[in-house]
Structure formats: structure tokens, C-alpha cells
């Protein structure tokens, strides 16, 4: 189902047409502006070998924003609503269709609350790095504002990347709050059917930890205009809301199947305790054949009940398999990385 696309999604789209394969509709498309703005900004005889290994990784980063944004508005938030089904009750098809509308409108529609201002957050670190920005080379007017597009460009696409996660914490959020869910013990997965709220939210996290490529460049920046601790506290940060991004909305479902699973248990222990009630008082007035396979058929009405009594409790309900939980460590470790990387590019180069 789909209610309308974000113009990101639009103009790859639109590539596509020549194009089939959607990372190369989306560089062909958008993605190259990055490295046209670095070229332009950037002469590899002026600046120092660091700047020009932190901005390449950068803009790299960005280069393949439009098919980050594109995938998570054409198949992971709709993916995710439209596989929903399997996990709640029966007749909720339109609560589904409802708030997938919702979400789908609200990513494609509202981008720009979280992007205008990320952006101009981006450009104030534009601004007061004039003086390291010169000492790189960039001071004639074609190369400053060619790097004043690349911070732009770059503020954008690394705050719809931010959208995309707000975006899925309040989606799983009504998601878990709102339906009711239905647990399927015998699930392939695992995890009652669950792992594909885990696999949304997982998804998010690593197009998120793509911004650790910016990390170099920023401490870099940060260094030169003194602001060191606010960069390294905002990279916690970071780390903290990819990792936030995960397991909220995940934990939250959680809680939900949690509660449904103890309602359902109590079903199944009240059924035990009045069939193992009825089997006593049959066990005391068994006269006839028939009697006795009516108590036969009992006791194994009970051990039927008590298995699936057993299924229900041992599943598994937190969203989080062995592949999910490697990608969630992938995604916070890669910051982490960069941190070192950036330290070891400043000692070389």
C-alpha cells in the first residue's frame, strides 16, 4: 500500500524509469551532488591529506542518502505495516491501512520539521569554520559556496536520515499501543512472529550508523574551532539514540506481548484446572466402556492443552534473534570505530 512518496522517492523514481536498479537511479539522480560540490570546493594541493581523507568519507556517506531515503519510504515503512497482518488479531485490517496512511503521509509530508532545523545547525559549524576552511584552500567564491552546497546537501540527508528514526520509534510505538497483537508460538522465527518488528526497527538503526563516516571530519572540525567536548558528547548521544531507536519502541512491544501472553496462560491454566476437575470426578464414576473412553479422550484433551500451554510460555517475545542483535552491535560499534580511525588518521597523516 502506498500513500504518496517524499520527493527523494519521487526523483528516484522518476530515474528509475531509465534506470531500473534503484542505487544507481539514486546517485544517477541526486547522489552525485556531493562529489561534484567536494570537487569543486576541494584542490588536493592546498588541503591537507586528513581533511581530504575525512571529507571523502563524508561525502560518501551522503552520496548514497537518496537510496537510503528512497528504501525506507518504498519498502521498509510500508514492508513493515504491510506485513503487520500476520502478528495481530483478525479484523484489524483497516486500524492497519489507517495507520500505515498515517505514516507513510507524515514521512513523506513533514520531512522538513526535523530537516530545517538540523540544517541550520549544520551551517552554523559552516560558519564559525571560516579561518580552518581557509587554511584548506577553500577561500575563493566558487569553492566557498560550492562547500557552503556540500554542508547543505549534507545537513539534509543526514536529517532525513533522523526522520526516518523518529519515524519508526512513534510507528512501532501506536503500533504496540494500539493493536491487538496476536502471538503465534510456532512461529518459523522464533519469536512468536515478532522478529519483524525487530527487523524494522534494526533496519533503521544501521541506515542510521551510516553517519559515522561524518565522524572524522566533524572531530577534525571541532578540534580546529574548539569544540571539542561538544562534538564527543554529541557523538555519545548519537550512539545513545541509535541504540534508543531499537529498543524502545522494541521493548515496548515487548511489554504488550508480554501482558498478552500472561492473559493467555491464565486461559490455558483455568481450562487444565477444569478439565483436570471433571477428570477426578470421572475417575470416581467410571462403570461402563464408554465411561472409560470418554476419560481417555479427556486426558489427552489435557496433555494437548497443557503442550500448547507450554508453547505459549516458552516462546520468546523480545524482537531480538542472533542476526538482529549482530546487526545492533554492527551499528553501535561503527561509531566507535571511527572514533579510532579518526585518531590513527590524525597521527599519520
Do not use: C
Amino acid at each position: 500500500m502506498s500513500h504518496g512518496r517524499i520527493w527523494v522517492s519521487s526523483i528516484v523514481e522518476q530515474v528509475r524509469q531509465v534506470v531500473d536498479s534503484p542505487v544507481l537511479a539514486s546517485i544517477l539522480g541526486i547522489g552525485w551532488i556531493p562529489i561534484a560540490l567536494t570537487v569543486a570546493a576541494i584542490d588536493v594541493s592546498e588541503a591537507t591529506p586528513l581533511f581530504v581523507v575525512t571529507q571523502s568519507l563524508a561525502a560518501l556517506m551522503v552520496v548514497f542518502g537518496p537510496f537510503d531515503v528512497w528504501y525506507y519510504d518504498e519498502r521498509l515503512l510500508p514492508g513493515f505495516f504491510d506485513r503487520a497482518s500476520e502478528i495481530v488479531a483478525p479484523g484489524q485490517d483497516e486500524l492497519l491501512r489507517e495507520m500505515a496512511t498515517k505514516y507513510e503521509r507524515r514521512f513523506a509530508r513533514y520531512w522538513w520539521v526535523v530537516v530545517v532545523p538540523w540544517t541550520a545547525l549544520v551551517l552554523m559549524v559552516f560558519f564559525v569554520s571560516d579561518g580552518y576552511l581557509a587554511s584548506q584552500g577553500i577561500t575563493s567564491p566558487v569553492a566557498y559556496w560550492s562547500y557552503f552546497g556540500f554542508f547543505t546537501y549534507w545537513g539534509i540527508f543526514s536529517g532525513l536520515g533522523f526522520h526516518g528514526g523518529i519515524t519508526t520509534v512513534l510507528a512501532i510505538r501506536e503500533f504496540a499501543e494500539t493493536v491487538e497483537l496476536s502471538i503465534d508460538p510456532l512461529h518459523p522465527d522464533g519469536l512468536g512472529g515478532l522478529s519483524q518488528i525487530g527487523h524494522f526497527a534494526i533496519r533503521t538503526t544501521l541506515i542510521l550508523s551510516t553517519g559515522a563516516l561524518a565522524l572524522p571530519l566533524s572531530f577534525q572540525l571541532a578540534a580546529e574551532i574548539g569544540l571539542s567536548e561538544p562534538v564527543y558528547l554529541g557523538v555519545g548521544l548519537y550512539v545513545v539514540l541509535i541504540a534508543g531507536i531499537f529498543l524502545y519502541p522494541t521493548f515496548r512491544v515487548n511489554q504488550r506481548a508480554q501482558a498478552l501472553r500472561e492473559s493467555i496462560l491464565d486461559e490455558y491454566r483455568t481450562r487444565i484446572r477444569e478439565m483436570e476437575s471433571r477428570l477426578d470426578d470421572q475417575m470416581e464414576e467410571v462403570e461402563s466402556d464408554a465411561a472409560l473412553r470418554e476419560n481417555q479422550t479427556l486426558q489427552m484433551e489435557i496433555q494437548r492443552v497443557r503442550r500448547e500451554f507450554g508453547d505459549y510460555r516458552n516462546v520468546q517475545l523480545y524482537p531480538l534473534s542472533i542476526g538482529i542483535l549482530i546487526q545492533l552491535l554492527s551499528s553501535l560499534l561503527l561509531p566507535i570505530l571511527f572514533i579510532l580511525f579518526e585518531m590513527m588518521l590524525a597521527q599519520y597523516l
